[in-house]
């Protein structure tokens, strides 16, 4: 059997896009622009059914719903994004009112997060590389 990478030469992903459904999208759009300092790049549709934020190369697609969302707590993140300058980030989003859940941290297995709850009660970890000696 043939592994994967050569069976597939010309194949390279390039991003994962979280998207996610939510019951006020441009209420949710300019809570990412205005609190997490996101880009808008725009709705679709009037009135609006798709948006997308962006930050530097990072990008996050929203959908209207067309009923109520309910979300389960559990344990996990709904998206973690990898960056340079989680403190930065936190001083910034703590001065623009951003819920900060966990300040930032550093954790055993090498990285420093920072864990922020958006308006729609989803979990966002914001982690940083860091050096971890063994």
């Known amino acids: ?11 390279r992903f390039l991003a994962a896009v979280p998207q996610f459904t939510v019951d006020h ?5 300019e809570y990412y622009r205005d609190v997490l300092g996101f880009r808008l790049e725009g709705y679709w549709m009037d009135p609006p059914v798709f948006a997308i934020v962006a930050r530097d190369d990072v990008e996050v697609f929203f959908n209207q719903a067309t009923e109520p969302v309910v979300r389960s707590r559990r344990a996990g993140y709904d998206m973690f994004l990898r960056l340079d300058g989680v403190d930065a980030l936190a001083e910034e989003l703590q001065a623009r009112g951003a819920n900060i859940i966990d300040p930032p941290e550093d954790r055993i297995y090498g990285q420093r997060e920072l ?6 009660g989803l979990i966002l970890c914001f982690g940083e590389a860091i050096s971890v000696a063994r």
């Open 115 to 120: 864990v922020v709850e958006d308006c729609n």
């Open 25 to 29: 999208l441009v209420f949710t759009a």
């Open 1 to 11: 059997m043939q592994s994967a990478e050569l069976s597939m030469p010309s194949t």
